[in-house]
């Protein structure tokens, strides 16, 4: 069989398991490099070398690292500061999903959800109301903002590795403003989506006892991640090791903490640890390399600049449209792991190298936010108002994700177009 062929084909049979199946998408994904390597497209021997450990460093630490900032109970003692400062209940809400956002900018969303959720939902009852509105901009606020900086999302991850951006690449790349600076001028003017639905609950705040915090080490310990990441590109101009290396020493730091604090609670840590999603991107990295080895990411690029032509605006729009519409209904891993590659090659061939990548990162991490499926967070949010008696239909939550994600991805694309273009 031609190898273009094969490829194609198990690249496509893996993404259709990801599109009806949400559980175990690392054996999927390793299954299809099984398929590949026994056809000898790729040497095994090479497997382990097409991985970035860079970035699963990062993820691996920071998810760790996450774990325990959600034990130190911080982020809940944060939240009552928040919400005893509100003046109505719809101030108290929009606050919590603000700073859901601000923590997804240094956590992985699903953490923050996880975090932030049981605060909202204490809130909530007291008041009884319905905790749809605040569960759901919880959700896309996180998934929002973790595309800000490096370490807030495996997307931002993945484009870092494949362009060897540095944390601080993030801020400023090349001497224009970088991602995130487009991220938070989304932010605002979907922050005012998330005002209007919540501007009707004008309820007056109830009392709330705080939480006392844990432990104040956790906190430290992501700030001087945080500053590691920064100092990093000193040490390591080509993104290759120190990044991850730096995450994941922090968090071989946070479990020896752990374990002379609470050993129980570093088990249940550890035993929860998403092994699945680690394996998942792994094997993402390799599937993809086996896609550009054959020449399939050439000839993807030379389709779409075939039928796009040189107008630069138009591919961008292009791209922007098509990331939004394939992230609300199917895995962004795999889709912008691909893209990537492809959107940087149509860049350089049509005179603007980075607009359309970073068009990409918008478009994609923006799309997740419209339907319940089109990110793990969202999956979590949802899950965790079902358990709770509150059944969350697609037009339900497309209420909400629909006109926030219109307003934030219109706002990221003219910020990515007037910067880069």
């Not at 490099?33 to 070398?49: G, P, Q």
Request: hydrophobic share 55%; glycine share 6%.
């Amino acid at each position: 069989m031609n190898e273009k062929i094969l490829v194609l084909v198990v690249f496509i049979l893996v993404y259709l398991y990801l599109v009806v199946f949400k559980r175990r998408r690392a054996v999927a994904i390793w299954c299809g490099i099984l398929i590949i390597v026994f056809f000898s497209v790729l040497r095994y021997y090479h497997v382990i070398t097409r991985v970035n450990w860079n970035v699963i460093g990062i993820f691996a630490g920071t998810l760790v690292l996450a774990e325990f900032f959600s034990f130190s109970r911080v982020p809940a003692f944060l939240s009552d500061i928040l919400i005893g400062r509100s003046k109505s209940t719809g101030s108290a809400m929009l606050r919590v999903c603000i700073m859901s956002g601000f923590l997804s900018v240094f956590i992985e969303n699903v953490a923050v959800v996880l975090i932030t959720a049981p605060i909202a939902l204490e809130v909530i009852k007291k008041l009884k109301v319905s905790p749809v509105p605040m569960l759901i901009g919880i959700a896309v606020a996180s998934n929002l903002q973790g595309t800000a900086t490096l370490i807030g999302d495996p997307p931002s991850m993945i484009l870092a590795g494949q362009l060897k951006m540095s944390f601080n690449d993030f801020f400023v790349y090349h001497g224009n403003l970088g991602v995130f600076f487009a991220v938070e001028f989304s932010a605002f003017f979907s922050f005012l989506v998330l005002y209007f639905f919540f501007r009707k609950n004008k309820e007056p705040v109830v009392s709330i006892k705080k939480t006392s915090v844990t432990s104040w080490t956790p906190t430290v310990l992501l700030c001087l991640m945080v500053v590691g990441l920064a100092i990093a590109p000193i040490f390591d101009k080509n993104f290759l090791w120190l990044s991850g290396t730096i995450c994941t020493v922090f968090a071989v730091i946070s479990i020896i903490w752990g374990i002379s604090f609470n050993k129980k609670e570093v088990i249940h840590i550890l035993r929860r640890y998403d092994w699945d999603t680690t394996f998942f991107l792994a094997g993402i990295f390799v599937l993809v390399s086996a896609f550009e080895d054959v020449g399939l990411i050439v000839s993807l690029k030379n389709l779409l600049v075939n039928y796009l032509g040189s107008d630069i605006f138009l591919s961008y729009l292009f791209i922007i449209l098509f990331s939004v519409a394939v992230s609300a209904v199917i895995d962004n891993v795999p889709f912008i792991t691909l893209m990537i590659p492809v959107t940087h090659e149509m860049g350089l061939e049509i005179g603007s190298e980075y607009l359309l990548v970073f068009g990409l990162l918008i478009g994609t991490c923006m799309g997740g936010n419209i339907t319940p499926v089109g990110a793990a967070a969202n999956i979590v949010s949802v899950g965790i108002l079902r358990r709770e008696g509150h059944p969350v239909s697609f037009w339900s939550f497309m209420k909400i994700g629909l006109p926030y994600t219109i307003a934030a991805t219109v706002s990221g694309a003219a910020f990515i177009w007037l910067v880069w273009r």
